[in-house]
């Protein structure tokens, strides 16, 4: 009760003129971001991640949380009105917003759109606020071999949720952990792997990492684009002017749609926001599956049902507060954003783990205040206010915006770090994951890799110290021994089970 009070106390920082402004640009921003194809809500926190040093923690954290929120439900936009995912969270709201535009109804659809995302967007939030808490006391029984298992756990559901990118995906993982071994050695004073480089003796930073493999990897990446660029213009030339009333769905058809259906996707988009790895993507699509199950008019779903994009953008954005509770009580990010948001929290001295929801809940409860608060005021505001701006946002010109997103990413990687060496290295990560994405090797197990990588190895040596070298004591401890089990469930279910069951899923 008392960091369900804290997070209502919260709510009155948003009445700081200068907070308030912060938390209302950044979802701006990411719902721009999210609505361009080709730029997510995680190219534009990497971007702002060095201004969080101007910031303090609590209005970062804030503005982090609205980006996050806005991304996930940005990426409607371009799914609806042109059938491109702005994001990948958005794929399952292309199937019945696309058909929707084209009957006419693009600005109903969004609207639609808009409303399931503020109601999963509320109750995934209300969920985290509810049970974070609950779950950071029952994190203190993991001892220092459950830490272990538990990070294994987390890295190998991370590669397996690649899905058909599974080997790809461990090597782009082992890839992370060995560029994290680099500089000095996590228990002893002893440097590693610097080559002699003096530079190298604190490391790789984390900023470079995560603005070269998610900034300048893009931009790298979209200079291959270039011909969407101009059928994307033309696309959006074709589209009719709407008004902002057009945005506002009927009280009839939100209750076509039903309660049920809203709130049935938000709860599996949670459930699936807590796997690390797993994402909006894959919580729109099991929702959307749900929904096509149980519905009594399956057949219309792909066709124009407003349900179909109810049950994705309901689930995609409860997501973001199932993804939050593996983050703040054992840090371990969920998806890409998250591990972004880790990286604010290690940047100012805030080590998430099971003692934080209680140390420093000041800090978390305003996060989780903005996160509600851009869900259930800023998702339909914004919409309604700027719904017919927002549908032209592709035809912006990508050799302007791309120009400007590489002059942030050189001069930021160099303002957070104050180093020539680390901006060479963000140049340099940029280009390594250029390479990797090109290949379809997926980036985002590099970074997970480089963020767990030093806490597994520090848990593994400390289990075999304590041990005394015997490995056995990860089998002996109740805590190693349930994560174990479920680490095998999970391989069962996601990588021998399910691409057996492939064909069948195919041929119905």
């Known amino acids: 009760m008392e960091f369900i009070e804290l997070v209502l106390l919260s709510f009155s920082k948003l009445l700081d003129p200068l907070t308030l402004t912060y938390v209302v640009c950044g979802f701006l921003i990411g719902t721009i971001f999210a609505a361009i194809p080709g730029l997510t809500a995680t190219l534009a926190l990497a971007l702002l991640l060095p201004l969080t040093y101007s910031l303090d923690v609590t209005t970062a954290l804030m503005a982090c949380a609205s980006i996050y929120m806005a991304g996930m439900c940005g990426g409607s936009i371009t799914a609806i009105t042109i059938n491109i995912p702005g994001a990948p969270s958005s794929m399952m709201t292309a199937l019945d917003g696309y058909p929707m535009h084209q009957k006419g109804k693009g600005a109903l659809a969004l609207g639609h759109a808009a409303i399931a995302s503020m109601f999963g967007g509320a109750v995934g939030a209300l969920l985290l606020i509810l049970l974070a ?67 190298l003796t604190s490391g790789i930073e984390l900023m470079p990492v995560i603005i070269g493999a998610f900034a300048v990897s893009e931009i790298l990446t979209q200079t291959d684009l270039a011909r969407q660029a101009q059928h994307l213009r033309e696309a959006v030339k074709s589209m009719p002017k709407v008004r902002r009333r057009d945005f506002l769905p009927p009280l009839s058809d939100i209750r076509k749609v039903g309660l049920a259906c809203y709130l049935r996707s938000s709860l599996i988009g949670y459930a699936v926001g807590t796997l690390p790895g797993a994402g909006g993507s894959m919580g729109g699509f099991l929702a959307y599956i749900e929904t096509v199950r ?41 998806d890409p954003i998250t591990a972004i948001v880790l990286g604010v929290l290690v940047i100012n001295g805030i080590q998430p783990g099971p003692q934080l929801m209680s140390d420093q809940a000041g800090l978390i409860a305003p996060m989780l205040a903005a996160l509600l608060f851009s869900a259930v005021v800023l998702i ?23 120009a400007a997103i590489g002059l942030l990413s050189v001069v930021g990687s160099y303002v957070a770090t104050f180093s020539t060496f680390q901006m060479m290295m963000t140049l340099a990560m940029g280009i390594l994951a250029y390479h990797l994405r090109k290949r379809g090797f997926p980036v985002i197990t590099l970074l997970l890799g480089f963020i767990l990588g030093p806490n597994l190895e520090e848990f593994l040596r400390r289990s075999l110290t304590l041990s005394q070298g015997n490995p056995m004591t990860f089998l002996t401890n109740l805590d190693s021994l349930f994560f174990l089990v479920l680490t095998l469930v999970f391989v069962y279910f996601l990588a021998i089970r399910k691409p057996l069951a492939q064909p069948e899923a195919e041929k119905t």
Do not use: H
Not at 382 to 390: E, V
């Open 133 to 199: 808490p609950v779950i950071a006391d029952l994190s203190l029984l993991v001892k220092t071999t459950g830490k272990f298992s538990l990070l294994l756990f987390a890295m190998i559901v991370i590669v397996i949720a690649q899905r058909g990118n599974v080997v790809k995906g461990a090597m782009a993982a082992c890839l992370g952990l060995m560029l994290a071994t680099i500089g000095l050695d996590t228990m002893v004073p002893v440097t590693r792997f610097t080559f002699g480089l003096a530079d």
């Open 294 to 334: 149980t519905s009594r008019e399956p057949q219309s779903f792909g066709k124009g049902n407003p349900q179909g994009i109810a049950a994705a953008e309901s689930a995609n954005n409860a997501v973001c507060g199932g993804a939050l509770v593996p983050m703040l009580t054992f840090g371990i990010p969920g």
């Open 380 to 402: 339909p505001l914004t919409l309604y206010l700027l719904g017919p701006f927002f549908i032209r946002i592709v035809s912006i010109r990508k050799d302007v915006l791309y």
